[in-house]
């Protein structure tokens, strides 16, 4: 049974960092694409940065130079590194699944078939 679950979310404050990370069970991280999407309150479902199968990544605009995804397969553990922290990336960060890609992944958040309970980021003074 497929289950993500992500840990590592907390208050920080402008210009820190935090270490997001997303257990996957229940699959091989060989074989699908994972994203992190976020939902700021009163916001839409905003995809921030994705990894494929192989490996290829994909990030937003706005958080392009200062997050960086990255997997350990052995794990099953997929990591979203971010710094420079700016008020704006507050939100629930939410890990998720899409099943139909390989080689590629996208940051449409309507494109994930399997999400995790999320975790809250709240960057503030």
């Known amino acids: 049974q497929l289950q993500l679950v992500e840990s590592g979310g907390g208050l920080v404050q402008p210009g820190g960092s935090l270490r997001l990370s997303c257990v996957a069970s229940?699959?091989?991280?060989?074989?699908?694409?994972l994203g992190w999407i976020r939902q700021a309150p009163g916001k839409e479902r905003e995809g921030v940065s994705c990894?494929?199968?192989?490996?290829?990544?994909r990030y937003a605009d706005s958080v392009k130079g200062r997050f960086t995804i990255s997997r350990d397969i052995a794990k099953s553990t997929v990591y979203l590194q971010m710094n420079s922290l700016e008020p704006e990336d507050t939100a629930v960060y939410y890990c998720?699944?899409?099943?139909?890609?390989?080689?590629?992944?996208?940051?449409?958040?309507?494109?994930?078939?399997?999400w995790g309970q999320g975790t809250q980021v709240a960057v503030s003074s």
């Open positions: 990894i494929s199968n192989d490996g290829m990544n």
């Open positions: 998720a699944v899409e099943t139909g890609l390989f080689g590629v992944c996208v940051l449409d958040p309507s494109e994930y078939d399997y």
């Open positions: 229940g699959i091989s991280l060989n074989y699908y694409s």
